[in-house]
């Protein structure tokens, strides 16, 4: 066995299952007795979900580098840690073993004290997919600094919200990021960001793609630079910074069904203990394989699959700088052939929009390296899955489909691969230590009986070590949004099914969030943004089926801009979309109409928008509480 707390059997998840609902003290502190503690805990879990308050390992100290690095020197230090593929197939790859990624995040940690960075700072890091990124996580979190990473498709406006919620002082880029046939300027993207922010002290930028880029005296330094700075002195070590389990390791932002997106704060120690649980066991992770997760680090699931899971684990991960799609739609089958990829775990949307290449694209490649697939990020459907399974799989590699959210930290139901049942379409049962339920509109729970199916709105209702402590700076908004709607209970906003054996599908958000491509965003966040169109008066934004995004957004508009053409208004709403947040969240269609359907109190019926995006114009169910029924016909008659 590789791993002590490796599950190797049906037989031991049912028995491991069950002794962590039991005993989830002495089943958490037996897991995390496998890491390197600078002093353990004096308690293994504090909790209520009222305020909510969640504690895990309360006064233990430690540091996660440490145990992504340093105890890993001695046995796999010449093991590959970090691999990576450029976004050019001509550019030589990089391999990073686990003694180079050490003396690499040691001397940017040097950086960041000498450019003044402290334990609890908050840094933001708004790079491409390049190793200098992982390493820039590291080394934040082996001095203590509490690193906020930004998506490379978010927005300068985007981007400065996250600045000032975070109150980040310190910013670390590139000049520019190279993404398919894409270049895109990052470091002209945060001078943009910043324009009227004054709290950021220094801006480290690493040089990528050479784009030409302005450097502000006294703010903005070269990585390369102060690099050589540390190589002089010949600083090749850093002693980590001891942490409190509970300390924040970072935060990550998240949309929700309201307002800008929030904060979410992961601590140190549970954190750790669960993205390494769930690595070696959903993935069934062995010494020597290579394990392809395609996220970007800007989502949690990089945080968690590419960086810290894996390297606590000793893994070898491989991250990848470019796009399935470019040069062309053979790109991962390449990939995964040159790496001899044993674990890959990608998202639906990736899969679809590859698959609609047809088979050619994968006909050159071997894939004989493969044991393990997986998806995340949104619910895979049947066509998809059985196209994975047989064209990538060959018939002959679990694929584990694992639900979870940045709020999670890490996987929290999924099958576990080639030990427990795979099904295509269902995420099947939880991991050891996670309590799911169903609950009715009222909030009552439906209990799971032998036989009986369910379907109701997914919570969770026990603590677990990678659940989000709060939301920055504003812990009230953190209750309201998860622990408010169904007291005692931690509130996913996702709906689900539970069949007769107790296998969960998730089958999407009930609230006002969509999943576009796999990408978080929020409908209040969209209509924000459409809103800041001076042409604009009022808009709706709802989801919709879409075959490759999953969903797709749609807009309804009331516009009273320039007497211009409908092209050229819904090009001008595009590119404000983009500006505000990014081009992830640009609408895929805009109807524009009078009205929106409205109740007599103001609230917009949603739920009519919806179902005339979905084409279902007949079944628009009780409208008579609209203050203008009239309007759902002109909005029905006008349909794009
Ligand atoms: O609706 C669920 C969907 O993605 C949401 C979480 O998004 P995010 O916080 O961005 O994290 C994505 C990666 C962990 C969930 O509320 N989702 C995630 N995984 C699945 C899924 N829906 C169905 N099946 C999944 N496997």
Known sequence: MSYPHQITS???YKSTYKKSIEDPEGFWASVADNFTWRK??????????????????KGAKLNISENCLDRHLETRGDQPALLWEANDPEEHHRA???????EKVCQFAHVLKNNGVQKGDRVCIYMGMIPELPIAVLACARIGAIHSVIFGGFSAQSIADRLIDAQAEYIITC????????????????????????????????TRTHTPVSMIKGRDVWWDDEIKKVETLGLHDFEPEEMDAEDPLFILYTSGSTGKPKGVVHTCGGYMVYTNYSFVNVFQYQPGDIHFCTADIGWITGHSYIVYGPLSAGASSLMFEGVPTFPDASRFWKIVDKFK??????????????????????QDSDLSSLKVLGTVGEPINEEAWHWYDQKVGKGKCPIVDTWWQTENGGILISNIAGITPA?????TLPLPGIQPVLVDEKGIEIPYKEGET???????????????????????????????????????????????EGFYRITGRVDD?????????????????????????ESAVVGYPHDIKGQGIYAFVIYNGREDSDERNRKDILATVTRIIGAIAKPDKIQFVTGLPKTRSGKIMRRILRKIAEGEMKNLGDTSTLLDPGVVEEIKSGKL
């Open 10 to 12: 049906l037989d031991d």
């Open 40 to 57: 353990k805990w004096d308690s293994v879990l504090n909790w209520n979900f009222t305020e909510p308050k969640v504690e895990w390992f």
């Open 96 to 102: 990073l073993t686990y003694k180079k990624l050490y």
């Open 175 to 206: 000049d520019g990021a190279f993404r398919g046939a894409k270049d895109i300027p990052l470091k002209s993207v945060i001078d943009d960001a910043l324009i009227g922010i004054r709290f950021v002290k220094k801006v480290i930028v690493y």
């Open 341 to 362: 990829v044993n674990i890959l775990y990608t998202a639906p949307t990736a899969l679809r929009s590859l698959m609609s290449y047809g088979d050619a694209p994968l």
């Open 423 to 427: 099904r295509a379409g269902w995420a």
């Open 454 to 500: 369910a379907s109701g709105n997914l919570c969770i209702k026990f603590p677990w070590p990678g659940i989000l402590r709060t939301t920055y700076g504003d812990h009230e908004r953190c209750r309201q949004a998860y622990f408010s709607a169904y007291p005692g209970l931690y509130f996913t906003g996702d709906g689900a099914l539970r069949d007769s």
């Open 513 to 537: 969030v969509l999943n576009v491509s796999g990408h978080r965003i929020g409908t209040a966040e969209v209509e924000n943004a459409i809103n800041m169109h001076a042409g604009v008066i």
